[in-house]
């Protein structure tokens, strides 16, 4: 698909690599044959930023911001779909003010809030009473039932976010707070949107897979690629398959992790972490050159 490169020169590009389905390679060649009518989606945390113990220390990939640049250009739209609030990603990720970069859209809170770098302001509704009703609960629910030690709340705006990977028995403590989360969660009018051991509280009625069809459908794309890595991207994984079925091609792309396989089991193809969808995006780029 893509063309070998001399391995001695530090500047040289992967080659561009093959999808391993007929699905995924039908999306890459639509993506290669008609750049501008391609919209290049990603999920955030996972797939353009490494995991990190603390997620307010999550930063893009040195490289993921100048991949993203030269790629926008060439292509219809990109976009960052993540669960993060939008302003936070913006920040986190170092999106604003790049040059190449100027039609960036960040999709926040699994779509509910916007940011585009036109106007560098983010839109977002009223937020859900269910959120600060959860908030006020939280602490002495998860004191009520001995949450295991380690497990702390992250605040998320319109969303909160229970994180168990600095317990002593991560998924242990995931397993353990699921159902309690949920029923908490469902008493105010929320659901739980279960991660890479993170458990988040958030309103229902939009997550990745329709806020990635809206924004396909916005843009009259003719080809997707979307790249994530956690349980939370799998209804926009589901949103690609819906879009290929009514006729535009897409491919998924699967930022490896052994914490979650139901991605890498469902991907068109599967790159090395957030180092590795760098390397695919800028392989892209020059492919498109």
């Not at 990939?61 to 292509?75: G, I, Q, T």
């Not at 926040?108 to 560098?120: C, F, K, L, P, Q």
């Not at 002495?140 to 317990?167: C, M, S």
């Not at 079925?245 to 490896?256: A, E």
Request: proline share 8%.
């Amino acid at each position: 698909m893509g063309s070998h490169t001399d391995s001695t020169d530090p500047h040289a590009t992967d080659p561009l690599p093959t999808p391993t389905t007929p699905a995924g390679r039908d999306g890459l060649d639509a993506i290669l044959a008609h750049p501008a009518h391609a919209v290049i989606a990603l999920d955030f945390d996972g797939t353009l930023a490494p995991i990190v113990a603390d997620p307010e220390q999550a930063r893009a990939h040195p490289d993921a911001v100048s991949a993203l640049a030269a790629l926008a250009p060439k292509v219809a739209a990109v976009a960052v779909v993540t669960g993060r609030p939008a302003g936070v990603a913006v920040r986190h990720g170092g999106f604003a003010g790049v040059p190449g970069l100027e039609h960036l859209v960040v999709l926040g809170h699994y779509g509910a809030e916007r940011w585009d770098a036109v106007t560098g302001t983010v839109n977002a509704p009223a937020p859900h009473p269910g959120v600060a009703a959860a908030r006020a609960e939280l602490p002495g629910f998860l004191d009520r039932i001995d949450a295991w030690q380690g497990t702390w709340i992250e605040e998320k705006g319109r969303a909160l976010a229970v994180h168990t990977r600095r317990a002593s028995d991560p998924q242990a403590a995931f397993e353990a707070l699921r159902a309690p989360l949920t029923e908490l969660a469902a008493r105010h009018g929320l659901i739980v949107e279960p991660g890479r051991m993170v458990l988040e509280l958030r309103p229902p009625g939009m997550d990745k897979g329709v806020a990635l069809i809206e924004y396909a459908r916005e843009i009259s794309a003719e080809s997707v690629l979307y790249g994530g890595d956690d349980l939370g991207d799998l209804p926009a994984f589901a949103a690609v398959d819906k879009l290929r079925s009514d006729g535009t091609p897409g491919l998924l792309v699967c930022s490896g992790s052994d914490e979650v396989t139901e991605l890498r089991e469902r991907a068109d193809l599967v790159v090395d972490g957030p180092a590795g969808v760098v390397r695919l995006l800028k392989a892209l780029a020059a492919q498109l050159d």
